[in-house]
């Protein structure tokens, strides 16, 4: 498998939320919605993932930040997991939550790491990845799990 370079990709920066919806219907599966980028990098250097279209959600701060509402709280999908961690409303009215994100990663991939990229990324198992017949796969054996794994952290 080739893992010098990605394959190409249109790039966009949507300047605000509706340009980025505008997009995404677009490229529907054809497209990769990128935030922090961590997971979504390795997918492509080994080219696990292939999109046309990259649509860089990165500058759009209405997707950012905590916000308490009149049903609850609103937390951006672009919100660090560092800021879910230390944010003193989640910490007094959602204490579990901000205890979980303190958990995930190390504290570098938590100033980076959104809390949406960390809800929707993919597996990050080595025998999903590269394409093994696994239960996650639809096969009927998590390799990961067995005593001989060699990444049973990702099981």
């Not at 990098?41 to 930040?65: C, M, Q, S, T, Y």
């Not at 919100?79 to 994100?101: H, I, N, W």
């Not at 100033?111 to 996650?136: E, H």
Request: glycine share 12%.
């Amino acid at each position: 498998m080739m893992k010098d370079m990605m394959s190409g990709f249109e790039l966009y920066q949507p300047a605000d939320v509706d340009d980025a919806i505008q997009l995404i219907d677009r490229y529907g599966n054809r497209g990769w919605k990128l935030a922090g980028g961590y997971d979504s990098l390795d997918w492509f250097k080994n080219r696990g993932k292939g999109p046309e279209a990259v649509i860089d959600l990165e500058g759009l701060d209405a997707l950012k930040g905590i916000r308490e509402t009149t049903d609850g709280v609103e937390i951006g999908a672009l919100t660090t997991l560092t800021e879910v961690e230390r944010s003193p409303l989640l910490r007094d009215r959602y204490g579990l939550l901000a205890d979980a994100a303190r958990t995930v990663a190390s504290p570098q991939i938590r100033n980076a790491g959104t809390l949406g990229g960390n809800l929707s990324q993919d597996t990050r198992c080595w025998y999903y990845r590269y394409g093994v017949d696994c239960y996650r796969a639809g096969g009927n054996t998590c390799y990961a799990a067995a005593p001989e794994a060699m990444n049973r952290e990702h099981a």
